[in-house]
């Protein structure tokens, strides 16, 4: 089993950055291939990013493609998404998930284990 645990989420303003941190226990991440979604209030969970188990690939939404980055420390058992040039449309609680699987998926349906969320807020 797999516990995942977000955070640095918080309050910024648009235009600025942050980055938020995924931490692993229980079993090592380092054969999962790793996302990133988000909920906004009142919406759906969508996908945001993912990454396979090296790191090697990366998937990005469109609305994010080009601001935001994840990266992975298998060391560490933790994966990380920076958000730069944040919009106000970003303000969502966003979720660290695992799948049992080296390779990524767009969909939330594909991923196995889920953290408990992160608040980011972008205020305009």
């Known amino acids: 089993q797999v516990q995942l645990v977000e955070s640095g989420g918080g309050l910024v303003q648009a235009g600025g950055s942050l980055r938020i941190s995924c931490a692993g226990s229980?079993?090592?991440?380092?054969?999962?291939?790793m996302g990133w979604f988000r909920q906004a209030s009142g919406k759906e969970r969508e996908f945001v990013a993912a990454i396979t188990y090296r790191g090697g690939s990366t998937n990005y939404a469109d609305s994010v493609r080009g601001r935001f980055t994840i990266s992975r420390d298998n060391a560490k058992n933790a994966v990380y998404l920076q958000m730069n040039s944040l919009k106000t449309e970003d303000t969502a609680v966003y979720f660290c998930a695992a799948r049992r699987s080296r390779w990524t998926a767009l969909s939330r349906n594909d991923y196995d284990y889920w953290g408990q969320g992160t608040q980011v807020t972008v205020s305009s």
């Open positions: 229980g079993r090592t991440l380092s054969d999962s291939a």
